[in-house]
């Protein structure tokens, strides 16, 4: 038999372990594991390098249109981007929607804009203070392979707040059904307080403070404990709260909750919002204080899976506003992610990058492992590349991480048996991305 492609002599992820093999891939998927020698049409020498599998960046925001911007990363600059950082996976979400009928027109437009994708993606459904009962927007959800559905517990103002009988009837659906309830989670009375209000960016941490997240996350896990439901955290950004969850939920981590944190929480603390041109860095929830940073760290093992929230855009736009709602919030970072937790915690980071995403998100084996049978997304890696940040490939024209020094680097990107990124260089083509769709997921 002729493989299509061989990736050879590299060191093979698998199961926390690194061992000496040759990949082979043929039709899009791996289709042998090997230290033997087949003949294949393409080989690539890794030599050196570590083969990995594809990373999945849970959670992204391509084209997201909130108040009167947009963020500049669409589809195809967002998917190149990741591409660079090795994500042959992304999952984005649809608009919010409170019924079902607004739910198939949110689909079909999202569906529009992420066929020029050059990597593969999923999407999450995306409610807002639904009208539709919970067991159909679940089922319809799932229909269209978004088998996780994702809320918010505040922004009330704008009509976007989920409220607490619902979030209680979907979390006690979520496990019977096979789905998964996604929550940004902030407590909206204490938002409240400063909303609509004169907020500069020095002073956002304070507005959407640490507790308005610990409470939230806390009374969430609990109905989901009491519930047996399937709660994903999204952007986890207090260390407090990584903390609290690790000593008050030990045995529902992985099981009724998963955390999930971007590496922003991991580098950054809220002095850069303070800094002359602080409002490139906003973004909600906020950065927090330098001690929380460090708790954060500390806790780790509470962060189930590495996403970025990436949500770019342009300097002149973040710095057109005064105040924090005058400001579009979200940054870029897709394109680093990896490297900046390996950086800081070497291989542990990999399976949160990866097996762990697509286990909770439903799409494992055929993602997030280098199994015989699984798609052939592999990145090429040299975990020992020094280098500083410069360069990116997302549509901003800045990117916050410019000038960090990390460790380790993506050399290859491969998408279903095919090379996007090649030794440093783009060969991707635009919409040979696919849709990913999840119908089904237990924990
Ligand atoms: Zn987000």
Redesign the pocket.
């Given at each position: 038999m002729m493989f299509d492609l061989a990736i050879k002599n590299g060191l093979v992820y698998k199961k926390g372990e690194f061992f000496k093999a040759n990949v082979y891939v043929k039709d899009e998927k791996i289709s042998a594991i090997s230290s033997q020698e087949f003949d294949s049409k393409e080989e690539y020498d890794a030599s050196g390098k570590w083969v990995l599998p594809g990373f999945i960046d849970p959670?992204v925001?391509f084209h997201l249109t909130v108040a009167s911007w947009t963020s500049v990363d669409d589809f195809y600059t967002g998917s190149v981007s990741a591409a660079f950082g090795g994500v042959t996976t992304f999952i984005d979400?649809i608009d919010p929607v409170s019924n079902l009928k607004e739910l198939d027109r949110a689909f079909k437009e999202r569906m529009e804009l992420a066929k020029d994708s050059v990597v593969d993606y999923a999407l999450h459904s995306t409610i807002a203070n639904p009208t539709d009962p919970a067991e159909e927007i679940a089922k319809r959800s799932k229909e269209l392979g978004m088998a996780s559905i994702k809320l918010f517990t505040t922004y009330s103002s704008t009509n976007r707040r989920t409220f607490d009988p619902y979030i209680d009837d979907l979390l006690a659906l979520s496990r019977s059904m096979g789905f998964v309830v996604v929550v940004?989670a902030e407590n909206d009375e204490i938002i409240k307080r400063f909303e609509g209000k004169d907020v500069l960016p020095k002073d956002h941490s304070k507005a959407r403070p640490t507790i308005a997240e610990l409470s939230e996350v806390i009374k969430l896990a609990q109905i989901s404990s009491y519930r047996e439901g399937q709660l994903y955290i999204?952007?986890t950004s207090s260390g407090l709260t990584a903390k609290e969850v690790l000593e008050r939920f030990p045995d529902a981590l992985g099981y009724t909750l998963v955390l999930e944190s971007c590496p922003h929480y991991f580098y950054l603390d809220d002095l850069y919002f303070a800094k002359e041109n602080g409002q490139l860095f906003l973004m909600t929830p906020p950065l927090r204080s330098e001690e929380e940073v460090e708790l954060l760290r500390e806790n780790f093992d509470a962060i189930y899976t590495i996403g970025t929230?990436h949500?770019s855009f342009k300097k002149d736009e973040k710095l057109s506003g005064k105040y924090t709602r005058e400001i579009p919030q979200?940054i870029g970072g897709v394109e680093f992610s990896f490297v900046l937790m390996y950086t800081l915690f070497g291989e542990e980071v990999i399976d949160k990058f990866t097996e762990n995403i697509a286990k909770v998100y439903g799409m494992y084996p055929e993602k997030g492992v280098i199994e015989i049978g699984s798609d052939a997304d592999i990145v090429i890696f040299d975990p020992k590349k020094e280098w500083v940040i410069k360069e990116h490939h997302s549509a901003s024209d800045y990117n916050v991480y410019e000038g960090f020094e990390v460790k380790g680097k993506v050399i290859s990107t491969i998408s279903r048996g095919e090379f996007v990124v090649k030794d440093g260089e783009f060969v991707g083509k635009k919409g040979r991305g696919k849709y990913i769709k999840r119908e089904e997921i237990y924990w």
């Open positions: 959670h925001h979400f940004h999204v952007h929230d949500c979200g």
